[in-house]
């Protein structure tokens, strides 16, 4: 956490592993048919172990980065004010791993709320040409639909589904 005021002549900077594509899985559930119902939101953070040995290690890799002969002339040093963790030895796996649990945030750009996928499948909630299963006039056309996290930040690839799923209503009301 970044708190308090620091030494005199120090800087602060914040390194930050991501794990762009989480093995957790969470769901998004419609409460009833009632539109202004909130959904029920099971995040799962972290839900799969792999996910934290993922972060834990991309910690290691920021320690080493951090303290290469390059960076050694800066005097970096890490900020271990992580109270939850106090009852771990400071720096040892099992104190970033509780880190991980108690200070990590949720990222932007989740994505597959209402999937894209085959009439067969039971998660899909749109079909290829982004029409809602059992929903007449109503196409959903963002991050949503895409049945699997993406590795990147989305926006590219959101304006694209979105411009070509204008194309397919142009089409589909051709008169």
């Avoid at 030494?7 to 409460?31: A, Y």
């Avoid at 909130?38 to 980065?65: C, F, H, M, S, W």
């Avoid at 109503?138 to 895409?146: C, K, N």
Wanted: glycine share 4%; with cysteine.
């Amino acid at each position: 956490p970044i708190a308090g005021p620091l030494p005199c002549g120090r800087r602060r900077i914040g390194v930050r592993p991501n794990n762009l594509l989480p093995l957790s899985k969470g769901q998004l559930v419609l409460r009833s048919a009632n539109p202004s119902d909130p959904p029920k939101l099971i995040t799962n953070y972290l839900d799969n172990e792999q996910d934290v040995k993922i972060l834990l290690t991309g910690i290691r890799i920021a320690q080493k980065i951090l303290s290469s002969d390059l960076l050694k002339k800066y005097d970096i040093q890490p900020d271990y004010n992580y109270p939850a963790c106090n009852a771990f030895p400071v720096d040892s796996d099992v104190y970033w791993a509780c880190v991980i649990h108690h200070y990590t945030l949720p990222e932007n750009h989740h994505t597959g709320t209402c999937k894209m996928g085959s009439v067969t499948d039971p998660d899909a909630v749109v079909d290829e040409r982004l029409k809602v299963y059992g929903v007449a006039n109503v196409r959903v056309a963002d991050a949503s639909v895409f049945p699997t996290q993406l590795n990147c930040n989305p926006i590219s690839v959101v304006v694209m589904t979105a411009e070509k799923c204008s194309q397919m209503v142009l089409e589909d009301n051709k008169t």
